[in-house]
């Protein structure tokens, strides 16, 4: 299987899944769960040098404040109010190994699919899932972006041109 391969079946038979069981709705490589006021989003982006045999990518996730999404059906990464890296989330022992460096993950066709499936599925329901499940209200996303710089600035400014809290 070529690392493009992997990629997709790791997508088709984990993230899909996984996220569908939490309630979000999907379009490609785009997830997004509706809060309220809000979004919570994830989208994997994969890199312009990939090829077959080798695979970078991350994922973007974030909020977006519905107010300032145009097509309320589809609200993809590009219109985050906050985006953040999936590293975000991570405890500092899980940011670098194996199948991660400092830009996201990588496959290629000589990993073992099982092995790196296995510390994707670690990062996800250990660290990023639960925190992105936080976040219910306004306020748990001021409270979890608040104090980052610029992001969390335009979070506070929106949410008080809007009213939202």
Not at 105 to 134: A, V
Not at 137 to 142: A, D
């Amino acid at each position: 299987m070529t690392a493009k391969e992997i990629q997709l079946k790791i997508v088709k038979e984990y993230l899909k899944p996984r996220f569908k069981s939490l309630g979000y709705l999907t379009r490609g490589q785009n997830w997004w769960k509706d809060k309220g006021d809000f979004y919570v989003t994830v989208n994997l982006q994969n890199f312009s040098w990939n090829s077959k045999d080798k695979v970078d990518f991350c994922f973007n996730t974030g909020i977006t404040l519905k107010v300032l999404v145009k097509d309320l059906k589809n609200p993809i990464a590009t219109n985050n109010t906050i985006s953040i890296r999936e590293g975000f989330y991570l405890p500092e022992n899980r940011k670098q190994y194996k199948y991660r460096n400092p830009t996201g993950y990588t496959l290629t066709n000589e990993i073992d699919e099982n092995k790196f499936l296995t510390q994707l599925i670690i990062d996800f329901e250990d660290y990023i899932l639960p925190q992105l499940e936080k976040l219910t209200s306004i306020e748990n996303c001021v409270s979890k972006f608040g104090d980052l710089v610029f992001s969390g600035e335009y979070l506070k400014k929106a949410i008080a041109d809007y009213k939202l809290m």
